[in-house]
Structure formats: structure tokens, C-alpha cells
């Protein structure tokens, strides 16, 4: 992967080979951060750049960071005007991540969350599909457990829990498969790696309930709203056994990175027919159109980068 051109660090967008960061660094060593996924989709016939959802995913990494007793000195507001000052500085003009984070960076040693001073970052790249066979992919269902809300809470986006995801990525891939779903300490469906995940059976969408382990998805709070609003389907939030995924008639997996995956094998099982199917299809369409700001209902979830 290339290396940005420009970072947003501190206070101020800056060259990015300037904002460097010393060994001890507190998150470095003890995960001590949040961070935010972000994705701009670029919309070829208008010639601009969008930011989807760009306030629920600041309003995210702030709420993220009061977990960790963070205190920013920006606002939710000035945030979201950094990174779009930094989104103008890179000068991209294509389908960009933007990678957000804010975290301890005293150079001290002990593990704690308070008398600590955090800092905001973050930076742009281009970037395209996160799993590769977005159309088509095997999941595994990983021996490793979602952490429990007791364990490190699931809802916030911090940086040393996503161990858990990397156990589970890597066995997934080094298998085989695609991607990992895992079970919370319960042993219900809890989410991907870095998805949550939706069934369909008998033309219902289900989801695991928020109680259930799970990051609270922009993506999944999208798509709800696509599904009830416009697929005109009923869409259950509640815990999801393993067996049900076994006998659904659709799987996806959602995520900023993700997008919409569709799960058509699940431990070398087909998932309904073993193909996408047409939930899938038709909402994976209405979502790009969505993210691309080219539904006229949907264009308030699509921030212009001027
Ligand atoms: N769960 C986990 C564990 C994730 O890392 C992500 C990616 N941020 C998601 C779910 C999906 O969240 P969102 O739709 O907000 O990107």
C-alpha cells in the first residue's frame, strides 16, 4: 500500500513522514486508543468526493474515546472539519478510507487510562474491496469468543481489542476461509471481524441485538433503514443462535470496509442456494447508489468534501 501524502496530527494537517510517534508511546504498548473507519466514495458523473456518514462515525469515536476517560480538545464539529481539511489537503478523487484515531501518547510506562494526554490523528488512502469476494464469500465460525461488555466493551471502537479480531482473522484466512463470524460469551452470533452480520429467512432480516457483543455499526444502522424503508422488509434486532445461520436463506456481512459481503458458504456449507441471493442483490445496489450521494432521500448521509 502506498503511504499517504499528508496526516492529520495534534492539531493541524501536516507531511505525513512528519508526524512521528516515539517507542514508548502509551497506545503503542498498552492499546490505549479508539480510532474510526471511514469510507468517500467518489461520484464520477458529479465530479465529487463524499464522506458517508461522516457525524455518526465522529460521534462514534468521541463516545469510543469517553470510554477510555479520553478528554479531546476538539469538538465532534472540528473534527469532522479536520478530517475534511485533511480529505482536501490529500486530494484524492476516488473511493478513500479514512483511518481516524485519537489516543494516549505519553511516552510513560504504566498501564492506566487516566493522567493520560490523548491525541488526535488521522490520515486518507485510496482504497477499494476489503474481502475480495464480496459477492461470494466463506466464513468459518471461529473457535475464539467475542470479548463481553465485562471483558472490554464491544461498543466502542478501541484499538487493543481488535487482538480479538486479528486471533480470529488470521485463523480464518490461514484456513481457507474468508472471513471469521464469532460467538459472544453466550455462544450466539455476535459479528465479524470487523462486520456485523445479517441473516434472511423466510424473507425477515435478523441481526444480533446490540446486547449481543457487538460494535454498533454505522453500517448496520444504514442498512435497517434501507431494509425496512425500502425492501419493505421486517428486520429483528435480537441474540441469534449458531444454528440459524445454518438455515438461513441469505447471509451478509456490513462494515465500512466491507460494504455489503455476501456469505454464500459458512464451514463448507451453502448458504440457501450457495449463491448471492436476492435481498442481497437489491440492497447492495440501493446501497451503492446511497454511499455514491445519488438517492435524493438518502443525500443527508453524504457529506461533500468542497
Ligand atoms: N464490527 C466490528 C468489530 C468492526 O470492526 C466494524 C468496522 N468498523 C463493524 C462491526 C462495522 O461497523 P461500521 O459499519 O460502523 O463500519
Known amino acids: 500500500m502506498a503511504l499517504p501524502r499528508m496526516a492529520f496530527f495534534h ?4 507531511p505525513y513522514a512528519e508526524a512521528k510517534l516515539g517507542l514508548l508511546t502509551h497506545a503503542f504498548n498498552y492499546g490505549t ?19 458517508f456518514r461522516l457525524a455518526d462515525h465522529v460521534r462514534r469515536l468521541h463516545e469510543s474515546s469517553r470510554l477510555l476517560r479520553m478528554n479531546l480538545a476538539l469538538s465532534e464539529e472540528a473534527t469532522a472539519a479536520a478530517l475534511l481539511d485533511l ?43 476489503y474481502i475480495d469476494k464480496a459477492e461470494g464469500a466463506h466464513c468459518t465460525v471461529s473457535s475464539w469468543r467475542r470479548p463481553d461488555d465485562n471483558v472490554i466493551p464491544p461498543r466502542g471502537k478501541i484499538t487493543g481489542s481488535y487482538i480479538n479480531s486479528a486471533l480470529a ?13 464469532l460467538l459472544n460469551r453466550d455462544g450466539h452470533v455476535s459479528e465479524g471481524s470487523g462486520e456485523n452480520i445479517f441473516l434472511i429467512r423466510r424473507g425477515i432480516a435478523v441481526t444480533p441485538s446490540l446486547d449481543q457483543s457487538v460494535l454498533e455499526g454505522i453500517t448496520r444502522r444504514s442498512l435497517i433503514t434501507l431494509l425496512r424503508d425500502e425492501l419493505g422488509l421486517t428486520v429483528e434486532e435480537r441474540p441469534v443462535e449458531r444454528g440459524e445461520i445454518f438455515l438461513a436463506d441469505e447471509i451478509f456481512l456490513t462494515g465500512t470496509a466491507a460494504q455489503i459481503t455476501a456469505v454464500t458458504r459458512i464451514d463448507h456449507r451453502p448458504v440457501g442456494t450457495g449463491q448471492m441471493g436476492s435481498v442481497t442483490t437489491r440492497l447492495r445496489s440501493l ?9 435524493p432521500k438518502y443525500r443527508s448521509w453524504c457529506t461533500l468534501v468542497a
Open 11 to 14: 492539531d493541524r494537517v501536516l
Open 33 to 51: 486508543g479508539v480510532f474510526a473507519g471511514i469510507r468517500g466514495y467518489f461520484n464520477q458523473d458529479e465530479g465529487k468526493l463524499f464522506v
Open 87 to 129: 480529505l482536501r489537503a490529500e486530494g484524492l478523487r476516488q473511493d478513500c478510507y479514512i483511518r481516524a484515531l485519537a489516543f494516549y501518547s505519553d511516552e510513560v510506562i504504566g498501564v492506566r487510562l487516566h493522567g493520560l494526554t490523548p491525541v488526535l490523528a488521522a490520515v486518507a488512502v485510496p482504497f477499494g474491496l
Open 169 to 181: 482473522k488470521s485463523d480464518a484466512e490461514l484456513s481457507g476461509f474468508d472471513e471469521a463470524i
Open 287 to 295: 446501497f451503492f447508489d446511497v454511499v455514491r450521494g445519488r438517492s
